[in-house]
């Protein structure tokens, strides 16, 4: 390959990254493998032959079965390798198979080491914290992204999206961790260089106010009128913090009907919540049906960078145990909303 052709790839690909995709497409040729992954991550859902990219295509449309057998059809030891086993982490995640999800993040992290891919090894890192705060496990999911946020180049536009991670974990960690989850979400919501992370924290500073039962932080965080999740995870927080009984009805059930069609699990919650009860529904059976038989990663001798928690530790989804084990009244329904971002 010619040193000017590779500098115009190096050169589409820090584009990319830097959020600056349409000019990074112009760079290079429209029918290449690179331009259809580069449109992929900016949200293109493009049509390809490439298994990794049908897998994120049908991940980002909540269907994970097909994402499932679409990563594991993607050949080779590369990048594009280590992208589809980043991948198959993310369903593990979204389906609840928390031990499995980690065991492919140890696995996409061996394979991305190999080739010394940054921007990949700082996406597993974010993906590893935010399977370990779905599972409860907090302190670890900080040291996670606070990983994530070293592997990340200063100015790169990430910077801002990790900052509202790390606010996840720190709002979940006691008092200390509720001051800098205060202050790390309202840093985030301003991010300059990517604007999807301002209402995620938004909505995170609304959860917060409804952690602590203070009114003002949530006040504060309705001054930004969001859609999308960070809206319903707003109205979440207000039916919580609301003292009246048919406002609580009210809002709760205005959630629902503001929650994106894709969110099997958060639809399953926050009807558990509303009905303090739950039926097995079509939206949480197409879920179940994705955790059917998951497959693990080959993953023997594991060093403590690739797993720092034993996978075998993290119990699995409360939507996974079964309707025995679901909580029988709405404050135990709400003890659940943890496991979920934000």
Known sequence: MKNEAWDDILTSWRLAEAGRSEEALARIEPDSQLAEVIACRAGKLVESDLPVLAGWKSYYRAEYRKAREHFLCQQGEGWLRTWAELGMAKVASDCG??????????????????????????????????????????????TAFTEDLALLNPGNRYRGRVKCYQAHAWSRMGPDGINAAKLAYRLSAHSPAESATNGYAI????????????????????????????????????????????????????????????????????????????????????????????????????????????????????????????????????????????
Request: aromatic fraction near 10%; charged fraction near 25%; proline fraction near 7%.
């Open 97 to 142: 198979k928390w031990g499995h999800g980690l065991l492919w993040c140890a696995q996409a992290w061996r394979t991305a080491s190999g080739g010394e891919h940054i921007d990949l090894l700082s996406e597993i890192s974010g993906a590893r914290g935010e399977i370990l705060l779905r599972a409860g496990k907090h302190a670890e999911a900080a």
């Open 203 to 342: 909505a995170g500073l609304a959860l917060l106010g409804a952690r602590t039962q203070d009114p003002a932080i949530l006040f504060e965080a309705l001054r930004y009128p969001q859609e999308g999740l960070p809206g319903f995870w707003i109205l979440v927080a207000r039916a919580y913090l609301s003292v009246d009984k048919e406002e609580f009805d009210h809002l709760r059930r205005e959630a629902l009907s503001k929650l994106p069609p894709p969110y099997f699990a958060e639809r399953w919650w926050l009807s558990g919540w509303i009905h303090e009860t739950c039926r097995e529904s079509e939206a949480l059976n197409e879920l179940l049906s994705a955790t059917d038989s998951f497959p693990v990663p080959p993953h023997e001798d594991l060093t403590l960078v690739e797993l720092p928690v034993e996978a075998d530790s993290l119990t699995d989804a409360p939507w996974l145990q079964g309707a025995e084990s679901w909580p029988q009244d709405a404050q135990g329904w709400w003890s659940l909303r943890d496991h979920f971002m934000p």
